[in-house]
Each structure stands twice: as structure tokens, then as C-alpha cells.
């Protein structure tokens, strides 16, 4: 973890014992929102049964509807957020995969919606377990995305995705991912920050000014001035409002840092969009996501100890996407690896892994880039596949070359 | 839509419409107009309750009259007036 605050702050933090799940349930109790909708039933996990439970102890305000789809979930906080209210719900796997058309209406409506993503991989065959094909599917439909190393983060990210999401530059809305199984069921230590903390730092949700066919008015649906949101946009109108989703996720790029800059004030705990470790004399760095990543940094002290120049660096905000701090954190780094937990068939090599060739493709000064697609369906990523992984790199590196530019670790031959 | 569209900049957020519809002319989508005879109009109003673009307005007379703003030239009223009042006629 990131710690840089002061004892004090430390003191007036609660450590509670929660995995993952309940770490999303709990933050969202802290920050109260208006309007919590979700389908409860499979793939549902135990975020919305343990948030139903402090609704039920009247611990909120919030007005919980369960409904009866995923589709109907995100429809219910779409129509929420237009009127005004802050809006949460939680699904995973197959769920978000209902929800499909609903992500990219609230995206294009530019609700700030926070959603908790418990990364399951998608059937079939049928697996409820860990991987990242189900985020990784709703990459393009306009949402930012974090992805959690562990329970802290999601603690944390939960709280702070709400700034991310209303700043009014970006206006969007927000998944925070969190390993399926991994860390969403498993016990971790949080420290949490004091309700009126929370509550301070989250504060009353702020609107943009829009002009209405009616005039000026706040960015939300009011009887007394009408607005009317995202309707028939043909070729004359669509083009630009996508341009308007390219710039927010532009200035998000800016928001976000300046969030958890705030954010590390009331926590003490720091985040940035990339996570490096071990980065600046590396020879050998995996770059990669989620939980997984714990276990690399565990493998880079281990490799470290018996004289490999490794390093890594886990990539916490996907989207957006940031270029140009990943290229400068990167520097000279000769032999990048980087970790999939989803395949794109057909495509030339896991999402990840394409971005990040696409980062360098301009550089004058580019790594030696290999994909390594693993733990589909959950398969377990241990540290011995990581070790191997690093082994990999290291004789691109003493070859000079990539031999194989996409492999698939871990999984029977 | 006439006039200079604005630019993504300028645009509202939220795909949120800057106009009303009331200022969205239709009436130079379809290639046909409605033609009423008010000589064998008998004043039923069917042709106003039919129309889809709610295009077709009562006058204090009684008698009907197409906003020719609006109307997409469907041809829906002459098909519906009993009487055959309304025909269509291609537009120059």
C-alpha cells in the first residue's frame, strides 16, 4: 500500500475485516447514495444482499430497488441519475453482458454512475470465477474504469469514483473492478475512513449547466424546465456528441489524479493511474492488472534477491487510457511483458497488450513487448507462472527478439 | 434542421436537445402535400385525429388545415377522409 499521511490521520482510521464484496457494500453505506438498483439473483454477488441489509437497518437513505434484470438495474439508475440522484449498482460476468446496450446510454447521457464490477468470466461454458473478459468487453462503451489489486483499493475506490465521475469536466460514469472471487470473496484488512469524512470529502452531487430547449438549466430532468436527454441523433448530431465522450475521457485523464490527490488527504493512501515498482533500473517489467498483480510484486522482491533487474507496474485506470504516463514510466526498460486475463479472438493479441503496442508504435525508444494470456475462467496465476513469465522475458531480452509474441500461460498443451 | 449547426464544443452535454421540436421542420421531408376540397368536406375531423405528426389543426370554422411546416406528406388523412376530400399532390 501507499501510505504517506500522518500518524493521526492513521489512528482516526477504523481496521475492519471485509473482503471485497462487503469493502464495496461498506463504502457505499459511507457515501449514501439516493438510488441503489440491482437484480439480486446470480450472477449477483454478496455487494447489493449486504447493502440490502443496511437499507433494511435503515443505516441509509437510499431507496433500493430490486429489479427484476441487469438490463433493468442500469435502466433504473440511468433514469435515477437523469433526475438527479446518485446512483450505484453492482453486477458481474454475464450481468454487465445484459446490461450491454444500457452501459454505452449512460455513457452517452453522461450519468455519473458508479458501478461495482466483479470480474467473472463470461459463459460459455458456464464459470463463475475470475477473469477479466467481462470489463474488458465494455471497454468502448465510454465508462472509466479502475481496476483493484486488492480490498483497500476497492474500499478506496468506491469513495473517490463518485468525484471521478461528477467532475465537471468528465461527467461520466464509473466501473470499479474488483477480482472475481479473489478478492470480491475473500478477507482482507481495510482501514475506512469516518462517515463524515466521507461525507464531506463526496459532499451533495454538483450539476453541469446545459442549455435546454428551454434555456440554461443544471444538467438534470425538472418539471419546472423540461429537458429532453439523448434523443433521435442521426448524421447530423451523433458524430458530435461522440467527440464530446472522446474529450471527457480526455480531461478525465487530468481529474482523476487531481481525485486522488484529494482523496490521499482524508486517507493517506495515494494513487495514481499507473502503480510502478521496481521501475527505474529494471531490465525485465510485467505490466498488468487487478489482483494478479500482488503476486508480481512479490516475484519482483523474490527475482530481486537473486539478481534479475526485475520490475512492474500495475495498471490501475484503464480507462482512460494513459498514454503518455505509461510511456514515460516505461523509459528504458528494454523487455515489457504484459498480463491478459481476457482473450480477444482473432484479435492480434489481448486487449492490454494492444494498447500497449499501439503506445509505441510512434516511439523512437520502445520496449520489446510480449502478451502472456492467463487464468481464463480463474485459473490460478501463481507466483511459479509469474516466475515463468519473468523467465520468458528474460530470454527475449538475452535474444534480443520476440519469438513468440503472444503465449498462453497456464494452460494445458 | 436550418441554419448553421453548432460544433461538438458548443453542443450541449448529454446529448440534451438545444431545440424544441416545435422548431424541427419536417414539412420538407416527403414529396407530396395534402390538397383539401372543402367543398365536399363534411368538417368530421378524422383527417386531425389520424394525422401522425399531429400536423392537421381545426379551425375556428370547423373546417381542417394541413401546417404544411410539419407535414411528411405521408398521405395518411386522404387515405382515412371518407368523403375523399384530401388528395395528394406531388410537390414542385
New interface residues.
Given amino acids: 500500500m501507499y501510505y504517506d499521511g500522518e500518524e493521526e490521520m492513521m489512528q482516526k482510521q477504523i481496521l475492519m475485516g471485509m473482503n471485497g464484496d462487503e469493502a464495496v457494500a461498506y463504502a457505499t453505506k459511507q457515501v449514501n447514495p439516493d438510488v441503489v438498483a440491482a437484480y439480486p439473483i446470480t450472477p449477483q454477488t454478496i455487494i447489493v444482499e449486504r447493502f440490502s441489509e443496511y437499507v433494511a437497518d435503515g443505516l441509509v437513505d437510499t431507496e433500493f430497488v430490486a429489479v427484476e434484470s441487469e438490463h433493468s438495474a442500469l435502466s433504473n439508475c440511468i433514469g435515477a441519475a437523469a433526475a438527479g440522484a446518485r446512483a450505484f449498482t453492482a453486477t458481474a460476468a454475464n450481468g454487465l453482458a445484459l446490461m450491454w446496450e444500457m452501459t454505452y446510454i449512460a455513457a452517452s447521457l453522461r450519468l455519473p454512475i458508479v458501478m461495482a464490477i466483479v470480474n467473472r468470466a463470461l459463459s460459455g461454458p458456464i464459470n463463475i470465477h475470475n477473469d477479466h473478459s467481462d470489463s474488458m468487453g465494455a471497454r468502448d462503451s465510454g465508462w472509466i474504469q479502475i481496476y483493484c489489486e486488492n480490498s483497500q483499493e476497492v474500499y478506496d475506490a468506491c469513495i473517490a469514483a463518485w468525484r471521478m465521475g461528477e467532475h465537471p469536466d468528465v461527467q461520466l460514469p464509473v466501473m470499479v473492478c474488483l477480482d472475481g472471487f479473489t478478492l470480491s470473496h475473500t478477507m482482507e484488512n481495510v482501514l475506512t475512513i469516518p462517515d463524515e469524512e466521507v461525507r464531506e470529502f463526496i459532499g451533495e452531487r454538483k450539476f453541469i449547466t446545459v442549455r435546454g430547449h428551454m434555456g440554461e438549466t443544471e444538467f438534470r430532468l425538472n418539471p419546472e424546465i423540461p429537458l429532453t436527454m439523448g434523443p433521435l441523433d442521426l448524421q447530423d448530431f451523433y458524430f458530435e456528441h461522440k467527440l464530446q465522450q472522446v474529450e471527457a475521457m480526455r480531461l478525465a485523464l487530468k481529474a482523476i489524479p487531481e481525485v486522488d490527490a484529494e482523496y490521499a488527504k482524508i486517507s493517506g493512501r495515494r494513487y495514481g493511474m499507473l502503480h510502478p515498482y521496481r521501475m527505474e533500473d529494471a531490465e525485465v517489467a510485467i505490466i498488468g492488472m487487478g489482483s494478479t498483480m500482488g503476486t508480481v510484486m512479490h516475484m519482483v522482491d523474490e527475482l530481486r534477491a537473486e539478481g534479475v533487474k526485475a520490475g512492474m507496474i500495475k495498471m490501475r485506470v484503464f480507462r482512460p487510457f494513459p498514454t503518455e504516463e505509461l510511456i514515460d514510466i516505461i523509459g528504458d526498460v528494454p523487455v515489457v511483458g504484459v498480463l491478459d486475463k481476457a482473450a480477444s479472438f482473432g484479435a492480434p493479441g489481448g486487449p492490454l497488450y494492444e494498447e500497449i503496442k499501439t503506445t509505441f508504435y510512434d516511439e523512437a525508444k520502445r520496449p520489446l513487448v510480449a502478451d502472456f494470456i492467463y487464468g481464463l475462467g480463474g485459473r490460478d496465476a501463481s507466483p511459479t507462472l509469474i516466475k515463468g513469465v519473468y523467465k520468458s522475458l528474460e530470454e527475449i531480452s538475452s535474444k534480443g527478439e520476440v519469438a513468440e509474441k503472444v503465449s498462453y500461460v497456464g494452460v494445458r498443451g | 434542421?436550418s441554419g448553421q449547426?453548432?460544433?461538438?464544443r458548443e453542443?450541449?452535454?448529454?446529448?440534451?436537445?438545444?431545440?424544441?421540436s416545435t422548431?424541427y421542420e419536417t414539412g420538407d421531408w416527403g414529396v407530396e402535400n395534402p390538397d383539401i376540397d372543402r367543398s365536399k368536406c363534411t368538417k368530421c375531423m378524422l383527417c386531425h385525429f389520424y394525422c401522425p405528426e399531429g400536423a392537421i389543426k381545426v379551425r375556428e370554422d370547423g373546417f381542417t388545415e394541413v401546417d404544411l411546416r410539419y407535414c411528411k406528406g405521408c398521405g395518411i388523412c386522404a387515405e382515412e377522409c371518407p368523403v375523399s376530400c384530401i388528395t395528394m399532390v406531388r410537390k414542385k
Fill in positions: 434542421m449547426k453548432p460544433g461538438w453542443l450541449p452535454r448529454g446529448a440534451v436537445s438545444y431545440k424544441s422548431e
